[in-house]
């Protein structure tokens, strides 16, 4: 017999507009049945119990459009936390305490370093790592997860020395006087380290289980049923189908397998994992969709933006960075893609990199009609003319990180970019009159909470949550509470291809929803980024229930 109950509250926010609004649930074996009045619940499942919902309103489970949950939640239990805002003194302290800790030898991994200290690592600045670490081998992620802070032994471990040469799309930063390399490593330099690393902890493939199992119990609890995991590498597969099988996977993800050669997924062949996609397959694990890192990071001056970067010693007063491949190179890949039927995640940080996006999907359009609906992530710096392309080329504008308001992710790029351009940063409003989808996203870790919230409450004013920075960040561009749940729900279902599944409270979907403890339409706009979510429920389970 299938297991039903009808889930009850007053007011149960569907996010379908043919019934946007409803009082009851019926859910057999996890699907929704009908959705209505508690009478038509009743009419469609008479024999079932009914369950009273509490709190003061109910939304459809959140679908988080971009994220690195695995990553995340290996973050969270394996390594040393650095928060963005630390000085390199207080990073270095970090290290220290996490090395009284450590046998000899044995790696020091973390992050995230705030990309505003690039200019203060030089060799002095490693040897002072050293010895913070006492020798041994130390990686740090920055916040963008684009650049890495390692030592002397790290360095070692990689086999880089003075004769190595910068990899394609990536740099190994060198003292301009000796050649020696400072410790700082940029884009696929970074792999460099990595594989080092992902060699040292390739025996324990049970931490990255326990990862994935911490970051989705995280995600539970601030209401995401859905993600999009951005980077898929064979481990972050064999984490999620270990966790499916386990029955402890309580969110749909779809993954983005590496299209082309990743500077942040070293080692992955991208045809080889392509082939592997149907063996990691589960129930909630579709690996169907790709990614492709066009450009870098602004704060390192990797992006590829149309007008040049601020003047530094390294780069002279006229550089725009460039991206990783050409025009009628992306739209050759894309097209491939579709052939295959995943779409694309495109990493776009720069706004001559999402020009240039656009215009390979243009490419692919005029010579293959309508196709797949691909993603510029992350939507950051986006040329004023470009906003109607998005509609017209049917491309999702993936907004990730949340870098809508002042934040410190924000003061690091106002060290590299024209003012000018960063104040028109994450243009949403404009999109969306333009017709265009726009899905919210994390990008946890780049950001050390995934927590949506905040981010909507920074959608909606364009003021820093917290309250640490004043001021907005174009503030023309605020959007209604709303738009901003659309954001987070049934357009990032569209978006991650889980529409199916999630996204809205409707008949056949799963019985995903999030009980809040606030009329998030009614409360104040600063007091959006406080709302709790009292029960988080997936396929008709309760999975998250906040502690009285």
């Given amino acids: 017999m299938p297991e039903t109950t009808i889930l009850h509250h007053p007011h149960i926010c569907t996010m379908d507009s043919e019934k946007p609004w409803v009082q009851a649930i019926a859910v057999s074996d996890g699907r929704i049945v009908t959705v209505g009045s508690l009478e038509e619940a009743r009419a469609a499942l ?152 992902s060699r040292a902890l390739a025996a324990s493939p ?139 995640k495109i990493h776009c940080t720069g706004d001559a990199s999402t020009r240039a996006a656009l215009d390979a999907i243009d490419v692919l359009r005029s010579f293959n009609g309508p196709g797949l609906q691909h993603h510029i992530a992350h939507a950051t710096f986006i040329d004023p003319a470009e906003i109607p392309r998005f509609a017209a080329l049917d491309v999702v504008a993936d907004l990730s990180p949340p870098l809508w308001f002042p934040n410190v992710i924000v003061e690091a790029i106002r060290t590299t970019v024209a003012q000018s351009v960063v104040d028109r940063m994450a243009p949403i409003r404009s999109l969306i009159e333009a017709g265009a989808v726009t899905a919210g996203g994390s990008d946890w870790p780049v950001v050390p909470d995934p927590n949506p919230w905040p981010a909507m409450q920074g959608m909606v004013t364009r003021r820093d949550p917290s309250g640490s920075l004043e001021g907005a960040l174009a503030p023309e561009q605020a959007i209604s509470v709303h738009d901003a749940l659309r954001a987070y729900t049934i357009n990032s279902a569209s978006a991650t291809g889980l529409s199916a599944h999630a996204g809205s409270l409707s008949p056949g979907k799963s019985a995903d929803l999030a009980v809040l403890d606030r009329q998030i339409f009614e409360t104040g706009a600063d007091e959006l980024g406080q709302t709790q979510v009292l029960q988080t429920w997936f396929e008709g389970r309760l999975v998250h229930e906040a502690r009285p």
């Avoid at 360095?155 to 390399?181: C, K, S």
């Avoid at 749909?252 to 996609?277: F, I, K, N, Y």
């Fill in 206 to 344: 049970h931490l990255d289980v326990e990862a994935a199992a911490h970051a989705v119990k995280r995600l539970n609890a601030v209401g995401v049923t859905g993600m999009q995991e951005a980077l898929t590498t064979r481990a972050v597969m064999r984490a999620l189908k270990s966790l499916d099988d386990e029955g402890r996977l309580t969110a749909w993800v779809m993954g983005s397998l590496p299209m082309t050669e990743a500077p942040l997924a070293p080692g992955e062949v991208p045809d080889e994992l392509q082939a592997l996609r149907d063996d990691f397959r589960t129930r909630h694990f579709l690996p169907d969709a790709g990614k492709i890192f066009l450009d870098g990071v602004p704060t390192a001056r990797t992006a590829a933006m149309l007008e040049p970067y601020l003047p530094d010693a390294l780069h002279g007063c006229c550089f725009r960075g460039g991206t990783t491949l050409t025009v009628p190179q992306l739209a050759r890949v894309l097209s491939d893609c579709e052939q295959k039927n995943i779409r694309v």
């Fill in 46 to 197: 008479p024999d079932s119990e009914v369950q009273e919902l509490s709190g003061a309103m109910v939304i459809p489970g959140l679908v988080d459009v971009h994220n690195h949950f695995v990553w995340a939640g290996r973050a969270e239990l394996y390594e040393v936390f650095v928060p963005p805002v630390f000085s390199l003194d207080q990073v270095l302290d970090a290290v220290r305490a996490a090395a009284a800790n450590k046998p000899p030898g044995e790696w020091i991994v973390g992050g995230i370093w705030g990309s505003g200290l690039i200019a203060e690592i030089d060799v002095n600045a490693r040897l002072r790592l050293d010895e913070a670490a006492g020798g041994r081998p130390v990686m740090l992620r920055d916040d963008s997860h684009h650049n890495r802070f390692v030592s002397s032994a790290a360095l070692a471990a990689a086999g880089i020395d003075h004769g190595t040469p910068d990899p394609l799309n990536g740099q190994i930063v060198r003292d301009t006087a000796t050649g020696e390399a400072t410790g700082l490593l940029l884009e696929s330099a970074c792999s460099l380290v990595e594989i080092a690393v």
